[in-house]
């Protein structure tokens, strides 16, 4: 398995653990000049549910490649983190 392919899969894990909802994995392989190639949004019920899938996600990619973010943005009111 690919770097890329694991990480997504680590991500999607790391949602799953705590119970992220609404999982959706865009595949932007197949588009020129995008920034990314994989996009993955889910939904949590409440701020204290976004920032502990944060973390869970933080963790199980770390955990599993060594990774880490080159950023983290919206923690403060964990309405949404990108």
Given at each position: ?82
């Amino acid at each position: 398995m690919n770097q890329t392919k694991l990480l997504v899969k680590k991500i999607t894990e790391g949602i799953q653990e705590k119970k992220g909802q609404k999982i959706v994995v865009a595949d932007l392989t197949e588009i020129d000049d995008t920034i990314c190639n994989y996009f993955i949004i889910c939904q949590g019920k409440s701020p204290s549910q976004v920032s502990v899938i944060t973390d869970s996600v933080w963790d199980t990619v770390h955990e599993a490649t060594g990774e880490k973010p080159s950023a983290i943005d919206g923690v403060r009111n964990a309405q949404w983190v990108a």
